[in-house]
């Protein structure tokens, strides 16, 4: 419980996750996260969600889709790009965006959200720590 | 003169024996302590340009061990391989266990062969019965492709375990299978698709076969069960399970032969949920597949969805498993959005199917296009949002 692409969750997001404020079914959350130009909203993950969504990704890229959702791997580093390898998918829409974990800075992840730019899907931070990430959700929620 | 030339000659071919003997046990040590060299054939240690190039083909043989070890260690880990299928491994616990639980192992081992013998004969044997009954054709395709699978797997288990031994002695006890009993798979098989044609047409005709076929995935159990899913979803041109647990087939909405009308499954699904599209601009063929954790039955009952991300290429798939080719710039990606009350919502992004349009949006002029198609044929009222 807890581990998603060789990572931990961050203990807050887990355990909000156990106690199901975190989750597809909460109607009360607010996933209003500015890059995401959103159709349909974001549902949040639970742990057999996270870990299905990120896979998709990885496979989306081990088929040669990674440019069309500005994915990388293995520690490659570029500006705006998501090193799937490194990342947890935390909430997704139907649009195929998203919310994820990037842990290749740090240990303690940020959280990156998928923006549609002219040159293709870009990954923008949108909180440095979870922890603030979901300060801000919960406010929006309330 | 006689006597001597026979005893020189009955020595000379014990002493030859003795020798090969010898080159044997050497052999089976040097695999023992080099399973990668098991993987060469004297063929593969000749002719070779230096002593780097043998070295190169003995890496690459070693990698293929490992390989087979990693795979042999993953299916037992996810439970594809069980313990009873490793006499090696049974044997060797076995003395380590109390004498009670020797005896409840086993008991386990005999009623696991017992098991395995009375599925194959029981799968056999109704296949057989059930062909003289033209009606029941998906039945039988069902039951033989489920007794072919089986079998298949029992046999691709074997073969990966005896890969990771290396050669020798197999350390898990598991032999290769013979080339008699991979005849006799290849025989099983080839009688089996003979025999589906009639039931395949029935299947691809609507939706009374494929029903048919969902009951009887229900009625078998679990692991019967999931066989008889694969074959109605693959005779059917359904898209592979994906991110959920249960063996339930994905609820796909198309105008291409269709099993199931809409309006009777839509409304049982809780409002917001969401299908995955891929219509095909060429042809007005399209196709929706259930995605993502928030779609769900009104129920609760457990469905499977694909994922979300890779939720418009399954369902890009599952057209052209139904409707052919598609050429890319044919394809467009959209999302179907139960509303409730006989209403359809329909939003135009998709990064795997857009991603050639701005904002990976469907233009404008393909919208109206989608929108109709969808309503004709599900006869509800359908907006874009």
């Given at each position: 419980m807890g581990h998603v692409n060789g990572h931990s969750l961050p203990r807050a997001l887990a355990v909000l996750v156990e106690t199901g404020w975190w989750s597809a079914t909460n109607d009360r959350l607010r996933l209003n996260v500015p890059p995401v130009e959103r159709d349909t909203r974001l549902i949040a993950l639970d742990v057999p969600g996270m870990i299905a969504e990120t896979q998709a990704l990885m496979d989306a890229r081990a088929q040669g889709a990674g440019a069309a959702f500005g994915l990388v791997a293995d520690g490659e580093r570029l500006e705006g790009l998501l090193d799937i390898s490194q990342a947890i998918v935390i909430a997704v829409n139907h649009e195929e965006q998203a919310l994820a974990l990037d842990y290749s800075l740090d240990a303690a992840p940020r959280v990156l959200a998928t923006a549609d730019r002219a040159e293709g899907v870009r990954w923008?931070?949108?909180a440095p720590r979870v922890e603030?990430?979901?300060?801000?959700?919960?406010?929006a929620s309330a | 003169m006689w006597w001597f030339l026979y005893g020189s000659a009955e020595y000379m071919s014990r002493l030859r024996r003795q020798q090969m003997d010898a080159v044997d046990a050497s052999m089976l040590l040097l695999h023992e302590g080099f399973p990668a060299l098991s993987q060469l054939d004297p063929a593969d240690v000749s002719g070779f340009e230096s002593d780097a190039a043998l070295g190169e083909a003995a890496e690459e043989a070693f990698g293929d061990v490992l390989l087979a070890i990693d795979d042999t260690i993953r299916r037992i880990h996810s439970g594809d391989i069980g313990p009873f299928d490793m006499p090696a491994v049974v044997a060797s616990t076995r003395p380590q266990l109390p004498p009670p639980l020797q005896d409840l192992l086993d008991e386990m081992q005999r009623d696991e062969l017992a098991w395995e013998f009375w599925r194959d004969t029981t799968l056999t044997a109704a296949q057989i019965i059930l062909a003289f009954f033209p009606i029941l054709g998906p039945v039988v395709l069902a039951l033989g492709v489920a007794n072919v699978a089986i079998?298949?797997?029992?046999?691709?288990?074997?073969?990966?375990?005896?890969?990771?031994?290396?050669?020798?002695?197999?350390?898990?006890?598991?032999?290769?299978?013979?080339a008699f009993e991979?005849?006799?798979?290849?025989?099983?098989?080839?009688?089996?698709?003979?025999?589906?044609?009639?039931?395949?047409r029935a299947l691809r005709g609507g939706g009374r076969a494929a029903s048919t076929l969902d009951e009887l995935a229900e009625s078998f159990p679990d692991e019967l069960g999931a066989y008889a899913?694969?074959?109605?979803?693959g005779a059917a041109g359904t898209v592979p399970r994906a991110t959920t647990s249960a063996t339930r087939e994905i609820?796909?909405?198309t105008n291409v032969s269709p099993e199931i009308l809409a309006a009777e499954v839509l409304e049982q699904y809780v409002t917001g949920s969401g299908f995955s599209g891929a219509y095909n601009a060429a042809t007005g063929d399209w196709i929706a597949v259930?995605?993502?954790?928030?779609?769900?039955?009104?129920?609760?009952?457990?469905?499977?969805t694909v994922a979300q991300f890779g939720g418009h290429a399954a369902a890009r798939s599952a057209l052209v498993a139904r409707a052919g080719e598609m050429l890319p710039e044919d394809a467009f990606g959209f999302v179907v959005l139960w509303r409730g009350e006989g209403k359809l919502g329909l939003t135009w992004r998709s990064g795997t199917l857009n991603s050639r349009f701005p904002r990976n949006a469907v233009p404008d002029e393909y919208r109206d296009r989608i929108r109709q198609a969808i309503a004709r044929e599900t006869g509800f009222t359908v907006t874009a949002e």
């Open positions: 923008i931070e949108v603030e990430f979901l300060e801000a959700v919960a406010r | 079998q298949t797997e029992d046999l691709l288990d074997r073969l990966t375990m005896s890969d990771a031994g290396g050669g020798g002695e197999n350390p898990l006890g598991v032999d290769e299978p013979t991979q005849a006799m798979l290849g025989v099983a098989a080839a009688l089996t698709v003979a025999g589906v044609g009639p039931a395949v899913d694969d074959v109605t979803r609820t796909t909405l259930a995605s993502g954790p928030a779609t769900r039955l009104q129920s609760g009952a457990p469905i499977e």
